[in-house]
């Protein structure tokens, strides 16, 4: 995962310290609800692998959590082509490349991040934090919903923050990833990191994470046509 350090400050800042309800579904998922998970897991068992041989965990994480499967299986296709022992310069790991600052944050020991399925449910508990964090309106569409997230997975959620007040304040849609991906080409302009809407100075990594969205969003909605 190109997960900045940006991404990991924000949630300390803002959440002071692992979200309890993340924490307590990690230790669900693994622990103390194995009964469902054996039941879901003899469900997923009988359905064909469609996307990738790791569908039935991608369903069972996804179900579990609230999260669409075949959002992260785009993701893990993006991050990692479904490898799951890539390791990247960076020190992510995995299939969903998630770093051990990361696991941290989550209470999840990082030797663990080798675990495939802990390395996914990581995945899927980073998405759902990122969605409270940026507290999207319940009638945001559920394109721009995704592309919101998934910039915040990306580049760090302080970023897109800083993207969406620029927005809000020159009048544009702060809930629209059409604008939002505007201002945040914008931050790599001194005219606008200096602005009093920017906490989290200048970004330079715009193009980047604008072709991680439009790559990842396009695999998506390709699986969404296989499953």
């Known amino acids: 995962m190109i997960l900045g350090l940006a991404t990991i400050s924000a949630i300390e800042s803002i959440s002071g310290r692992p979200h ?7 230790q669900a998922g693994v622990e103390d609800t194995q009964s469902m998970v054996d039941e879901q897991m003899a469900v997923t068992a009988e359905l064909p692998c469609i996307i990738s041989r ?21 993701i893990a296709y993006s991050e990692s082509r479904f490898i799951e022992n890539l390791v990247s310069s960076q020190g992510a790991a995995g299939i969903m490349q998630i770093r051990p600052i990361v696991a941290r944050h989550f209470n999840v020991p990082v030797e663990k991040l080798s675990d495939t399925e802990t390395n996914i449910r990581l995945a899927s508990m980073l998405l759902g934090e990122l969605g409270r ?17 998934l910039a915040s997975y990306n580049a760090g959620v302080g970023h897109v923050q800083d993207a969406r007040r620029l927005a809000r304040a020159e009048g544009a849609n702060p809930n629209s990833w059409s604008d939002v991906s505007r201002y945040l080409k914008l931050k790599a302009d001194p005219t606008y990191y200096n602005k009093e809407e920017v906490r989290n100075g200048r970004f330079t990594g715009s193009g980047q994470t604008l072709s991680y969205v439009e790559e990842v969003m396009k695999k998506y909605y390709q699986y969404c046509k296989l499953a």
């Open 133 to 149: 964090m940026l507290r999207l309106p319940a009638e945001v569409s559920s394109d721009d919903r995704m592309k919101l997230i």
């Open 54 to 74: 790791f569908d039935p965990i991608m369903r069972r994480v996804g179900e579990e959590q609230g999260q669409d499967w075949r959002l992260m299986s785009a």
């Open 20 to 26: 309890a309800t993340a924490a307590s579904i990690y």
